[in-house]
């Protein structure tokens, strides 16, 4: 099996100081980077996801802002793909299906499945596995590599931590498998 990793929309803006901060991004981010970090020392395929909001009211990822880039814990380097996107699922309007294709190609006897991690839980984590797993992908989201916002409804705050527990826990109710960063990396260890 050929796992690859993809981090979506680590960017600037969802940490302290930013635009749109999230709860606890800090500690997704060093998840996340613990990640890239056994990936990058296996050589195995790392694809990043970066969201961009190109519209006059957007509220933060804003092209030419500091917060649209990409938080240095898990900029990529030479060679990762960058896929660019401007709606929450990340095979929208964007070369992910092909670029995850061209890495099936290397491996034609292995199926593609999918580790991912990022921001926002609720939002582009939620919608880019979930059109991965209508694809046919095999996914396992690594739940403490992945952060929330608070959200409000009807009059009532809904704190980070519990918006992030309830979309992990859809996730993990059909769309993907879940499990913490450490463990994704022991797994691939002892394979």
């Known amino acids: 099996m050929t ?6 929309d ?8 930013g635009r749109h901060p999230l709860v606890e991004p800090v500690a997704a981010a060093e998840a996340a ?24 009211d957007a509220a933060f990822v804003q092209p030419g802002t500091p ?3 990409i938080h240095p814990l898990v900029a990529p380097q030479a060679g990762e793909p960058l896929v660019v996107k401007a709606q929450p699922n990340a095979f ?4 992910l299906q092909a670029q995850l294709r061209a890495i099936g190609e290397r ?7 999918l580790v991912v991690a990022g921001m926002m839980s609720s939002m582009c984590i939620d919608a880019t596995v979930r059109a991965a ?3 046919g992908y095999t996914v396992t989201v690594a739940h403490d590599a992945c952060a929330a916002p608070d959200l409000a409804f009807g009059g009532t705050k809904v704190p980070g931590a519990q918006v992030h527990a309830a979309f992990m826990a859809a996730l993990g109710d ?3 498998s879940l499990a913490g960063a450490d463990e994704i990396l022991l797994a691939r260890t002892a394979v």
Not at 10 to 17: C, K, L, R, S, V
Not at 92 to 95: I, M
Not at 107 to 113: A, K, R
């Open 67 to 69: 917060g649209v880039e």
């Open 3 to 8: 796992r690859v990793l993809l981090i979506i």
């Open 133 to 135: 797993a209508d694809q």
């Open 92 to 95: 929208l309007g964007t070369d």
């Open 33 to 56: 980077a613990r990640l890239l970090a056994g990936w990058r020392e296996r050589g195995a395929p790392v694809v990043h996801v970066q969201h961009v909001w190109d519209a006059p």
């Open 174 to 176: 059909g769309y993907a």
């Open 10 to 17: 680590i960017q600037q803006d969802y940490f302290p100081g």
């Open 107 to 113: 491996s034609p006897d292995e199926p593609v499945e």
